[in-house]
């Protein structure tokens, strides 16, 4: 049986890294063509967070997804790669 998922954004539930990662593969997963990048902005817009307020909720494995997006994507270079300056 398939967990079902709800993609609508309640802004009285508490993000943890581990739905926060689910919420954006569930994005990836239904937008064929959404990058990583491209699905934290849409949260952010969606859920009126500020994307730097994101990064406390994203997973070790989700922060290297999108910058690894963001770099393929041409939206940073490789060597201003950093988290820092993300």
Do not use: C, Q
């Amino acid at each position: 049986m398939t967990k079902e998922f709800d993609y609508s954004i309640d802004k009285t539930v508490f993000l943890s890294k581990s739905n926060f990662a689910e919420y954006i593969e569930n994005m990836i997963l239904e937008s064929p063509g959404l990058t990583y990048f491209e699905a934290i902005l849409k949260f952010s817009e969606e859920s009126d967070k500020d994307p730097s307020e994101l990064l406390a909720y994203m997973s070790e494995v989700l922060l290297e997804k999108v910058k690894r997006s963001a770099i393929e994507n041409d939206l940073i270079k490789t060597d201003e790669a950093t988290l820092e300056g993300f």
